[in-house]
């Protein structure tokens, strides 16, 4: 087991977990948890960034939770955990946030399309921890000695960071850390929005309909993909540059179906949109119903069996943070 590369992730519990969330995270840390050590985190302390109800924040942690099990993460073989109940988090993000400019957070694109507006330039009104939290996640990321991180195609950058504060750390203290690698996927890295292709299916997307939650009925997400913004063109091509909405479609297809997208688009060669979305739409829910069946079922014995490997991992988390937390305190001179 201790052979095995280690491998950090996770996910906010911002708002209902996506279809995006599961194809570009969850469904990779499952095809991936019998070659790597992996700890999954659920990101409360990510998720108090933005806008949050304390109320939905903690049924939304319980939710994840559920559901990474529910997708089919082993729970006896993945790590999963709740960030907020080990410290050390916060404590390294200190150290590295000392070792960090305010020019390198402002230059985070993630953080300039959340913070900036077409109008205003202004970040005074702008919570600090929207600037900050790249640097939480990189302390996420070190404390554990995680060799790759699965991330979506936007937070590439900041793993850079990560990578670079830990280089950084290490040339001025000596080795403490290692410089964790990107692991992007080759599909589904950024499924967009289905009523618009030019943003993320994001959890906090403000308009719904072009977004597919797990826990979304088969009413519901058979009406959001035949309702799928398409173009006129009425052919089945992945050509992202012109045809982004229907390539958009064909990588959750491709995802869901394990195939490539092209023995897809030769499938539809001679079908129409409508054809296509009805097959996808059965393929969604199919997909989706399994994991309703098991969310359901967990969910009613979240108190007896989740919470308890909740809390005996934070244990486990704890003992291994805390020695990583010692080695830095010790390399830059806080404590002998
Ligand atoms: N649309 C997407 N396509 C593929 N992967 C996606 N991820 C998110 N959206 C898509 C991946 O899911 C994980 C979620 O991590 P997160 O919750 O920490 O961050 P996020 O990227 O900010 O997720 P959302 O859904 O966009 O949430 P909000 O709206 O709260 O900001 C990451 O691995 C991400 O790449």
Redesign the pocket.
């Known amino acids: 087991m201790h052979n095995k590369k280690i491998m950090v ?4 519990p ?2 209902n977990i ?1 279809l ?2 599961y ?3 969850i469904k990779p840390f499952v095809d991936l948890q019998d070659k790597y050590k992996m700890f999954v985190f659920i ?1 409360d302390l ?1 998720a108090i960034t ?1 806008e949050f109800n304390p109320i939905a924040l903690s049924k939304n942690k319980r939710n994840i939770a559920c559901l990474y099990s529910a997708c089919g993460l082993d729970l006896k073989k993945a790590i999963v955990f709740n960030q907020s109940d080990i410290c050390s988090h916060n404590d390294l993000s200190h150290i590295l946030l000392c070792h960090t400019t305010i020019g390198e957070l402002k230059r985070m694109t993630q953080f300039k399309s959340k913070a900036l507006t077409k109008n205003s330039n202004n970040t005074s009104f702008i919570k600090t921890g929207l600037l900050t939290y790249p640097i939480l996640m990189a302390a996420d990321i070190l404390l554990y000695d995680a060799d790759i991180v ?3 195609a ?2 590439k950058q900041h793993l850079e960071l990560a990578r670079n504060l830990a280089i950084r750390m290490n040339n001025k203290y000596g080795k403490m850390f290692i410089a964790p690698q990107p692991f992007i996927l080759k599909n ?5 929005d289905l009523a618009n292709v030019k943003v ?6 403000k308009d719904q309909k072009g977004v597919i939650y797990l826990l979304d009925d088969k009413e519901t997400i058979t009406k959001k993909i035949m309702e799928a913004k398409t173009d006129s063109l009425n052919k089945i091509k992945y050509d992202k540059k012109n045809q982004p909405e229907i390539s958009n479609l064909l990588e959750i297809y491709a995802a869901l179906s394990a195939r490539d997208v092209n023995s897809i688009v030769k499938k539809y060669e001679n079908k129409n949109y409508k054809v296509f979305k009805e097959d996808l739409a059965k393929i969604v829910v199919e997909k989706l119903s399994v994991i309703q069946k098991k969310f359901k079922q967990i969910s009613k014995d979240f108190d007896k069996k989740i919470e308890p490997i909740l809390k005996k991992n934070a244990k486990y988390c704890t003992v291994i943070v805390q020695k990583k937390t010692k080695l830095v305190y010790k390399k830059i001179g806080l404590i002998k």
């Open positions: 992730s996770g996910i906010q911002s708002n996506t995006g969330n194809l570009g995270a990101a990510h933005n699965i991330v979506g936007d937070q589904a890295s950024r499924i967009m993320k299916m994001s959890k906090s997307n």
